[in-house]
């Protein structure tokens, strides 16, 4: 499990393809004016719409269930919201510092 608490940090940098600490320093910027804290969906989803990045809903299956992480059918980069935490899914590829496949996919940020 993630133990550092910087996933949102993390998948924004990696999905974005940006330097971690400019990121951090973007969001805590960002955090100063809109009040609030920088993991908060109301500051990162106003970096990621900045950014060109929009939300979508859960995928579901064909059973109407949402995906799990691991089993999403990716078809290109995207940020995945599961039980608060965030993490990048880069060609296919999760990129986490633990495995959260087996974590239910919830919204999901691609790239307009």
């Known amino acids: 499990m993630d133990t550092t608490n910087d996933c949102v940090i993390r998948a924004i940098a990696i999905a974005l393809r940006m330097d971690y600490k400019n990121v951090k320093q973007s969001l805590f ?3 100063m004016e809109n009040g609030f804290m ?5 500051c990162y ?3 990621l719409n900045q950014h060109g990045w929009v939300k979508q809903s ?3 299956n064909a059973s109407n269930k949402k995906f799990k992480l691991g ?6 980069d995207m940020i995945v919201h599961t039980s608060a935490h965030l993490v990048a899914v880069i060609n296919g590829i999760v990129n986490d510092t ?3 496949r087996e974590w239910c996919a919830n919204s999901y940020y691609i790239k307009k």
Not at 38 to 42: C, E, H, I, S
Not at 71 to 76: D, H, K
């Open 58 to 60: 859960p995928m579901k």
């Open 38 to 42: 920088p993991n908060d969906k109301k």
């Open 71 to 76: 089993m999403m059918p990716v078809e290109r």
């Open 45 to 47: 989803e106003q970096f």
């Open 29 to 31: 910027d960002m955090s």
């Open 98 to 100: 633990w495995d959260s």
